[in-house]
């Protein structure tokens, strides 16, 4: 018997769209992201290496939430969300999850001196929203953070990828969610 898909709270919803209302730029969704979306994008992580997961713009947790179920203990989450409402709501979603409220296209002043590479980042800010020049400096900095061979997974509702790829990095679309409000593509970001 499949699962039975989990509701969102109204008190998400609202939440969420309050965030959205205060900071239109830095939410790129009309809804929060899917339960199917947020088990594509856990998917490629993988639980059996060892360190840190960096996830930017959880939003209302959902994705932190998914990769928890994927097995990736809350504690190597290093989660970094700009609203301050829906970092609480992260934090009380995954208590063991470490939750920063911070921007991340300035990730030396949010993270601070992050002494281990991370294994991999997920990112759902709504890079759409941004300038090309902000976009690649972006994904650029947040592949300096990995490990060599780390990739840095991100959603978007694009039919291309936010950035494309370039002589520093590739990208690779891995999914398309058909079951998300709108639907969205998964795509894997790693430095060549």
Same mark, same amino acid.
């Given at each position: &018997?499949?699962?039975?898909?989990?509701?969102?709270?109204?008190?998400?919803?609202? @939440?969420?769209?309050?965030? &959205?209302?205060?900071?239109?730029?830095?939410?790129?969704?009309?809804?929060?992201?899917?339960?199917?979306?947020?088990?594509?994008?856990?998917? %490629?992580?993988?639980?059996?290496?060892?360190?840190?997961?960096?996830?930017?713009?959880? $939003?209302?947790?959902?994705? @932190?939430?998914?990769?928890?179920?994927? $097995?990736?203990?809350?504690?190597?989450?290093?989660?970094?969300?700009?609203?301050?409402? +829906?970092?609480?709501?992260?934090?009380?979603?995954?208590?063991?999850?470490?939750?920063?409220?911070?921007?991340?296209?300035?990730?030396?002043?949010?993270?601070?001196? %992050?002494?281990?590479?991370?294994?991999?980042?997920?990112?759902?800010?709504?890079?759409?929203?941004? @300038? &090309?020049? %902000?976009?690649?400096?972006?994904?650029?900095?947040? +592949?300096?953070?990995?490990? @060599? $061979?780390?990739? &840095?997974?991100?959603?978007?509702?694009? +039919?291309?990828?936010?950035?494309?790829?370039?002589?520093?990095?590739?990208?690779?679309?891995?999914?398309?969610?058909?079951?998300?409000?709108?639907?969205?593509?998964?795509?894997?970001?790693?430095?060549?």
């Amino acid at each position: &018997m499949p699962a039975k898909p989990r509701e969102i709270p109204f008190r998400e919803e609202l @939440t969420f769209l309050k965030a &959205m209302i205060a900071h239109p730029k830095g939410v790129g969704a009309v809804a929060p992201s899917s339960p199917a979306l947020a088990r594509a994008i856990a998917r %490629q992580i993988d639980p059996d290496i060892a360190g840190k997961v960096l996830e930017l713009g959880p $939003g209302t947790g959902v994705v @932190t939430e998914a990769l928890v179920e994927r $097995g990736i203990e809350a504690t190597r989450i290093v989660a970094v969300e700009y609203d301050p409402e +829906l970092a609480r709501m992260v934090a009380a979603r995954v208590p063991k999850a470490q939750v920063i409220v911070g921007d991340a296209f300035n990730l030396d002043a949010t993270l601070g001196t %992050q002494a281990e590479p991370f294994i991999s980042a997920v990112s759902g800010v709504p890079l759409l929203n941004f @300038t &090309m020049r %902000q976009r690649h400096a972006y994904v650029e900095d947040v +592949l300096r953070r990995l490990r @060599t $061979g780390g990739a &840095m997974v991100q959603f978007s509702y694009g +039919l291309t990828p936010p950035v494309p790829a370039c002589r520093d990095f590739s990208v690779e679309r891995v999914a398309v969610i058909w079951l998300n409000l709108p639907p969205a593509r998964v795509w894997l970001y790693r430095r060549r």
